[in-house]
């Protein structure tokens, strides 16, 4: 393991007025998408909450954390958390495989005036193999010979570039998504893993 926990506790902070329109705005179309019945296509889907992730995000900015202003969210979902990194100055990118989805969050972003970055595709790039071991799952370089340089389509800066990632993994995969992070990113990037309400967690790589 190459990657350290940062110490950090949660503790409510003001909401800076336009952080809390995109929250509120985000939250109304969550619920809509609620009444429609259309969460029945991921079941498993639950937002995080998002004031406890710009409150990280913030932490993050304001104790000068990253190296740089390089931002990716892997699943981005509704890009809650993308749009919150943008509205911190971060250039923001969100990988996320559901197509419907991206456009969910591009609709987001573009009514609140946001800008950031979406790529329709999975967070685990090639090279990467992801495999079910005791209940959990896990990752490893395949058997191809890759060499470890790599990087999304349509993002022209290589993943150990990256300066800060977040994550709210899908439960039994937090594991998974700490070794993505450790296989992955560069020397001194930081990581923000939502586990839980009030549960979250910072690690920087070393």
């Known amino acids: ?11 409510e902070i003001e909401l800076p007025e336009a952080v809390a329109a995109f929250i509120e705005e985000a939250d109304r179309r969550y619920d809509s998408y609620q009444a429609e019945g259309l969460h029945k296509r991921y079941p498993r889907y639950v937002p995080s909450e998002p004031a406890q992730v710009y409150a990280a995000l913030k932490h993050v900015r304001d104790a000068g954390l990253t190296l740089g202003d390089s931002f990716i969210e892997w699943g981005s979902g509704f890009g809650v958390a993308t749009g919150l990194a943008a509205l911190l100055d971060y250039a923001a990118h969100g990988i996320e495989i559901q197509e419907d989805l991206i456009e969910k969050a591009e609709s987001l972003l573009e009514c609140q005036q946001v800008d950031a970055i979406f790529i329709n595709g999975s967070y685990i790039p090639e090279g990467l193999v992801e495999y079910e071991t005791l209940g959990t799952t896990d990752l490893e370089f395949d058997n ?30 937090q594991g998974m998504m700490l070794k ?4 992955l990113a560069g020397e001194g990037a930081i990581l923000v893993a939502y586990f839980g309400d009030r549960e979250i967690n910072l690690y920087r790589k070393l």
């Open 144 to 173: 191809m010979g890759h060499e470890l340089t790599p990087i999304y389509e349509d993002m022209e800066l290589p993943l150990n570039e990256v300066d800060l990632f977040f994550v709210y993994p899908w439960p039994g995969e």
């Open 180 to 183: 993505l992070f450790d296989l």
């Open 1 to 11: 393991m190459a990657y350290e926990q940062i110490p950090y506790e949660f503790t």
